[in-house]
């Protein structure tokens, strides 16, 4: 830069960092997909900036692992929050609900190979608290409406509800499945899983 040449303003500085944070997390998403195990320095050279101005951003791979989770996550809460939970039946819903999380992972793939660091109870209850009340508030509002079955606890719902996208999960990662398949079979399972037994069957 020329001596007489003025110093890039605050303003000009912060867009500076948010444009590389943001491209280093973009490299990121698309090296670890491919490439679970990718060092910083790989990142650093697909976002085309140098390891110092990596590790500037982003000191450790954990670090940088770590913020590339919440911004998955705030992306499926988007996606959530899209997906008009509070219309129509209830099971219909949860469906919509996985398919918005399907799409998440469809956006960062990484998501389904990487190793995630290890967090606390704490820290994992607080990262997916807002899956978590959003799936909740569907299930409450369809054991009122009649669209979940009234003798299944709120909370096995929520759990097996859980366990059913991570099961699909574990068949894609595998390679048993694709992400379509996985998002059809859910279409199917979730509502058999939670709708009212029909009183002809349920003394059976």
Known sequence: MSPLAPEPGPRRRRADAVHNTQAILDAASAVLSERPDASLAVVAEVAGISRKTLYAHFPSRELLINALIERA???VVAALDAADLESGPADAALVRLMEAGWAGMDADPFLLHLA???VSPEQDRERHAPILERLRAVIERGK???DVAPDLPIGWVLTAVLALGHAA???VRAG???S???IETLRLSIPRLVR???PGR???
């Open 73 to 75: 996550a705030a992306r």
């Open 196 to 198: 009212p037994m029909p």
């Open 169 to 171: 999960g574990e068949e």
């Open 202 to 204: 349920r003394d059976r």
């Open 176 to 178: 048993r499945m694709t």
């Open 180 to 182: 379509t398949e996985a």
């Open 116 to 118: 995630t660091p290890p």
């Open 144 to 146: 009122r409406e009649g």
